[in-house]
């Protein structure tokens, strides 16, 4: 390849490149994944190792609280299976499969993400959609949210098409995407589509008749979709997306696990995932016209969200493309103003938000590899934990809180090893069970001797030297043995 070809090249690609690399160094870092993701994970891995086989799937053992739909696993297995043979060949344990459907899933979401972003150079120009990229790659949770197996970042990828056919002018394919995402996989994106929806009647760029026809066409499509997808691998006649929305909005059950004050979007959660970009993007609503349509639904969309007492950060992720072109036209303003006197502070102050922006996702970064303790743990317990009659099998017994901290079905490794997720063990009952480990939360179980801990993320502490931060970690999973194995016993262990 000659240098004007490599140069074409990264013209092209150079973005989706830097992007990629920032997502696949977040994959790497923390292949683990938490209970939020608990579903996907496991049907993923169902879908790619067990295959036609359902009667020994995850979700029909542990189903959850709500149902959720199987359409986003199987398209991102589908993708991942080529890899995924390819491991299996070469005998390549089961965590590398994880990665392998993490990368999958981050390529579908950058690559609707390219699609925006064609349309903000469009639309807006070259150098906006250079600062919407520097703006994502100084932030954390976007890059390392596009690759967790969320039902929200199933529902990013079919947003950011939305936005992006709201830029190119394709008003119907927008809704009808809008109309997909919250029938297949985020039963909230009604939240979104309805001020959209209405900000398109009012501005006469969509007939009501028109839109009507349309939509009903694809809410048919969809729910069809669903419901003959999921209720073949749930067994039961089902549409999972309805029963979230009833759950979350008519019976207010989600409110179980944990409530935040109805600005907590505002002051919170879109300050840590915009950082620089939240001030920006106030600014580029007011410096540019054209911008201001695109922000007020989104703006809305955040608002009516509010209303809802349980709230987490990734419920609003798919405002952030939106926010981030607002910024964006903010950013590219001040650069190319940068010379006048006024417009030369702004600048500075931009550089100096930008710097704060990248010492804030170090932060987080190095908070969020602290969070997967129990991943590690089974992980280290593979690595030491082998005894010397290997012709037995090794139990491994994973308690609810390790279940949701790091450890899925990925994480499991072959004969001798075997595991159990039971619930509802009483404490005092385990000496009565023939495991060989434990994984738990509890530094003291009868029948048993810790073997090890693991340390996890506890709070950020600040402090008046260099660095002005300092992560305080403690011991979060304790691993332990049974004391009647004579073998695990004359082992030596690190301890608790």
Not at 38 to 63: C, G, K, T, W
Not at 103 to 129: D, H, M, N, P, W
Not at 443 to 456: I, P, T
Request: aromatic fraction near 14%; charged fraction near 15%.
């Amino acid at each position: 390849m000659n240098s004007s070809s490599f140069s074409k090249f990264l013209k092209i690609y150079g973005y989706d490149i830097v992007l990629g690399l920032i997502a696949t160094f977040y994959v790497l870092a923390m292949p683990y994944t938490k209970v939020e993701e608990s579903f996907n994970v496991q049907a993923m891995h169902d879908i790619l190792y067990h295959r036609h086989h359902l009667d020994i799937y995850d979700h029909l053992e542990f189903p959850g609280v709500v149902p959720r739909t199987f359409i986003g696993a199987l398209l991102v297995s589908v993708l991942a299976s080529p890899i995924i043979l390819v491991m299996s060949f070469l005998h390549l344990p089961k965590t590398h499969g994880l990665i392998a459907v993490r990368l999958a899933l981050g390529c579908i979401t950058l690559s609707t993400l390219r699609f925006f972003r064609a349309q903000v150079r469009y639309k807006f120009g070259s150098q906006v959609e250079a600062f919407f990229v520097i703006l994502t790659a100084f932030q954390f949770h976007l890059l390392f949210y596009c690759t967790r197996p969320l039902p929200n970042i199933l529902a990013l990828g079919i947003v950011n098409l939305a936005y992006g056919f709201w830029l190119k002018g394709d008003f119907y394919a927008a809704l009808n995407c809008l109309i997909f995402s919250a029938v297949v996989f985020r039963c909230d994106m009604v939240l979104l589509l309805c001020p959209l929806g209405l900000v398109l009647l009012l501005t006469k760029s969509i007939s009501l008749w028109k839109a009507l026809k349309c939509c009903i066409g694809m809410v048919l499509l969809s729910v069809g979709l669903t419901v003959l997808v999921d209720s073949i691998m749930w067994k039961k006649l089902v549409w999972p997306e309805f029963e979230v929305l009833w759950f979350n909005s008519v019976l207010n059950r989600s409110s179980e696990w944990g409530t935040h004050s109805f600005h907590w979007y505002f002051t919170s959660a879109l300050p840590r995932s915009l950082l620089a970009a939240y001030p920006l993007c106030f600014l580029g609503a007011l410096l540019d016209r054209r911008v201001l349509p695109f922000v007020i639904p989104v703006f809305t969309f955040v608002l009516l969200y509010s209303k809802l007492p349980h709230k987490e950060l990734r419920f609003i992720i798919s405002s952030v493309p939106i926010f981030n072109l607002s910024a964006a036209v903010a950013a590219s303003r001040i650069f190319m103003n940068r010379k006048k006197a006024f417009w030369k502070l702004l600048s500075i102050i931009l550089i100096g938000f930008l710097l704060i922006s990248l010492g804030c996702t170090a932060v987080t970064f190095m908070a969020s590899y602290e969070n997967y303790p129990s991943g590690y743990a089974l992980k280290y317990l593979h690595q030491i934990g082998h005894l010397a009659s290997n012709t037995e099998e090794q139990w491994v017994h994973i308690d609810p809180y390790s279940a949701m901290n790091g450890i899925s079905r990925f994480c499991e490794n072959d004969f001798p090893w075997r595991y159990s997720k039971e619930e509802s063990i009483p404490l005092k009952e385990y000496q009565n069970r023939n495991f060989t480990y434990l994984i738990n939360e509890h530094l003291l179980v009868e029948g048993y001797k810790c073997l090890f801990s693991m340390d996890g993320f506890s709070r950020v502490r600040p402090q008046l030297r260099f660095p002005p931060f300092l992560l305080i970690k403690e011991p979060k999973v304790y691993v332990h043995g049974n004391i009647k194995n004579e073998d695990l016993m004359n082992k030596n262990w690190p301890g608790c």
